[in-house]
């Protein structure tokens, strides 16, 4: 069995900052790219952010210049940098990884979700 474990989300006043975590457990070989999305209510899911083991990033274009994602390989854990915070960036942030298990399966699983808010 093999879990993702989000922390970090709350409120926060626009222009301010917040940073997400993610750590994968449990029955691990290893860790390919990790993701945040995001879901704003009565919307989509949307692709926030990716990385690769090798530390090769994407991100949407909403997102450029005010978030940047990182990952620490030896723990499984994936973060989320957000500055210069917006409403608009308000959601439900969701982690996903593309797990590698012990009997070589690969399978992508995703955390529970953490709220961010940014209100004044």
């Known amino acids: 069995q093999v879990q993702l474990v989000e922390s970090g989300g709350g409120l926060v006043q626009p222009g301010g900052s917040l940073r997400l975590s993610c750590a994968a457990s449990?029955?691990?070989?290893?860790?390919?790219?990790m993701r945040w999305y995001r879901q704003a209510p009565g919307k989509q899911r949307d692709l926030v952010a990716s990385i690769t083991p090798g530390g090769g990033t994407n991100y949407a274009d909403s997102v450029k210049g005010r978030f940047t994602i990182s990952r620490d390989n030896a723990k499984n854990t994936v973060f989320l940098q957000m500055n210069s915070l917006k409403p608009e960036d308000t959601a439900v942030y969701y982690c996903n990884a593309q797990v590698q298990k012990i009997t070589r399966t690969v399978i992508d699983y995703w955390g529970q979700g953490t709220q961010v808010t940014v209100s004044s």
């Open positions: 449990g029955s691990i070989f290893s860790v390919n790219a």
